[in-house]
């Protein structure tokens, strides 16, 4: 394995259920994200985490909880979506060192609330 | 407002021509700035990235910063039609440590 790996990559789930979306990375970057992606708008930064410790959170619903247990591995814990939380929801991870920081993204996972 | 602008095309030029995809940001303090190309359906993928005023090269890839205007380019020469994506800037803005995306744009390499 290598790179910034996501699990699963579809998921269908209805509003009152609960998941998790898994990442794991194999590059030995110290800080990780979660992003959002709708169609037609940016991406959106939604957690950041930087050697296991959230440092960013952007406003998300309480509906989406992050969790990182380890510097390789991110979670975001789903329960009680809407249908408007249907997206692309992209890991990212990099090495911070100095301010040139490129981020690296795993293959997404397309969720659908119905 | 901090933002990252892209003008959302989409930007259609014959194979083989140089294509010219434009970015401004509103953090003069930003330090660094990237490229990235996303295909329909998959994940951005980075290009390159450049910190310093002036031209940077790789391969058929130039990227351009100006940071007195807050502008940044990339420049595709050789356009192929497997260059057909949308590419995404993204900036690392002032004591931010992940980067802020505009919504890219989608070019067209007709063959």
């Known amino acids: 394995e290598t790179g910034v790996t996501q699990t699963p990559r579809h998921l269908v789930m209805g509003m009152t259920n609960k998941k998790s979306l898994k990442c794991e990375q194999h590059l030995g970057h110290n800080a990780m994200y979660w992003y959002k992606q709708s169609a037609k708008k940016p991406l959106e930064l939604m957690f950041v985490?930087?050697?296991?410790?959230?440092?960013e959170n952007n406003s998300v619903p309480s509906r989406f909880s992050p969790e990182c247990p380890n510097s390789s591995h991110l979670f975001l814990h789903l329960h009680t979506l809407q249908p408007e939380d249907s997206a692309l929801y992209l890991c990212a991870s990099s090495q911070e060192q100095g301010y040139v920081t490129e981020a690296f993204f795993g293959q997404g996972t397309r969720l659908t609330v119905v | 407002q901090k933002e990252v602008e892209q003008n959302s095309g989409p930007l259609s030029v014959p194979e083989g021509a140089i294509a010219s995809l434009n970015c401004t940001y509103s953090d003069r303090g930003s330090q660094s700035f990237f490229w990235y190309r996303q295909y329909s359906g998959k994940s951005p993928e980075l290009i390159m990235f450049?910190?310093?005023?002036g031209d940077k090269e790789d391969g058929r890839f130039t990227a351009q910063l100006n940071k007195a205007s807050q502008y940044v380019s990339l420049l595709i020469r050789d356009s192929q039609p497997s260059d057909s994506a949308t590419y995404l800037c993204a900036v690392r803005e002032t004591g931010r440590r992940a980067l802020t995306f505009g919504s890219g744009t989608r070019l067209q390499v007709q063959p």
């Open positions: 985490y930087s050697l296991e410790e959230r440092v």
């Open positions: 450049i910190y310093s005023n």
